[in-house]
């Protein structure tokens, strides 16, 4: 019972209170005390006792324990500020705008003062005297203009190779045969040499060319002719080589690859041999992958023996070098040099 009318006193004491607060005319505090005006524009500290509500102003704003605190005249510009709110979320950006229309192109400006012509350039210096003894590409067909690579030479076919700068002996152009030669039967295509019993190392020399070397020297003097019969201008000297072992057994020249080049003729010229490995890739590199010389899409013999059994050819199809079998038939595009 006593815990049910204590409950009760504070309640009748907290609507006292609150009911105070709500008054907003004059208020007697202390019994009398003073008066305080509710219209005042400053915030006033009443202070009431918990068991007697009796108020009294607490000009210092403290009440005591056994009081509770209550402050008139919160409200207006005045009053006590509330704690800020938390910062919204941004807002979705906006749609963009449109491009605006392009300004009007500018006047085009003055032509600038022309430079200064510059320097003549120094003509290389060529180390071979240049021969005018090729037709190029003008109307006629006169033989006078100075030879390049691609213009008809002076045998009728077409230069493949120029010595610049002086590097190979003897000669400073070769020359392509304007067809390829032509085996016994007008076949197209022959072998790189016979098995007649002329080319063994050793006398009798019993040993046919397709199954031994055409060389008699050995070690590397037989290292060094080969280097030399393989490279530019190289392809005379081998020919001269293969075409003496069949020479020596008698063998027609229409039977093999060096004696078809070395039998060859044109209108102007006698002189044409069986080109080396490296003739051939020039012939590859600055006539067919041009898309000139009429070569066949297959083999092409050269003049360079490989080994006893094999010897270098171009492949004119895919534009590479192998070496196979004297035995086997290729074609043969003769070379000249001057």
């Known amino acids: 019972m006593t815990t049910h009318s204590k409950s009760k006193s504070y309640s009748r004491r907290s609507a006292g209170v609150l009911l105070l607060v709500g008054v907003l005319a004059g208020v007697t505090v202390g019994g009398g005390v003073g008066v305080i005006a509710a219209s005042s524009t400053k915030s006033v500290t009443v202070c009431a006792d918990t068991k007697t509500n009796v108020l009294r102003y607490a000009k210092n704003g403290k009440c005591l324990k056994t009081e509770t605190k209550v402050v008139l005249n919160q409200t207006g510009a005045d009053g006590i ?101 032509v085996f016994a039967s007008s076949a197209a295509t022959g072998v790189w040499a016979t098995t007649t019993a002329k080319c063994g190392a050793t006398a009798p020399q019993a040993t046919d060319c397709q199954t031994a070397t055409i060389y008699t020297e050995a070690g590397v003097a037989l290292a060094t002719i080969r280097g030399l019969h393989r490279g530019l201008f190289g392809g005379k000297a ?100 001057f």
Not at 135 to 160: H, Q, R, W, Y
């Open 81 to 181: 500020t509330g704690a800020a709110g938390a910062k919204g979320d941004t807002g979705a950006a906006g749609t963009a705008g449109a491009k605006g229309d392009t300004g009007t192109a500018g006047a085009k400006g003055d032509t600038g003062a022309a430079g200064a012509k510059g320097d003549a350039g120094v003509n290389a210096t060529l180390a071979i005297t240049q021969q005018s003894v090729c037709d190029g590409s003008d109307a006629d067909t006169t033989a006078n203009e100075v030879c390049k690579i691609g213009m008809t030479g002076p045998g009728g076919g077409l230069i493949f190779f120029v010595d610049y700068n002086n590097e190979y002996a003897t000669y400073d152009y070769l020359e392509a045969a304007p067809t390829d030669g």
């Open 238 to 337: 081998a020919t001269g080589v293969i075409v003496a072992r069949h020479d020596a057994g008698s063998v027609a020249k229409n039977l093999y690859a060096a004696g078809v080049a070395d039998d060859y003729t044109t209108a102007t010229a006698s002189d044409w041999w069986l080109p080396s490995k490296d003739e051939l890739e020039k012939m590859q590199e600055n006539l067919n992958n041009k898309g000139v010389g009429g070569f066949a899409s297959g083999g092409y013999w050269s003049s360079s023996e490989d080994d006893a059994y094999t010897a270098w050819f171009q492949d004119f199809g895919f534009g590479l070098q192998y070496s196979n079998r004297k035995a086997l038939t290729y074609y043969v595009r003769p070379v000249r040099a």
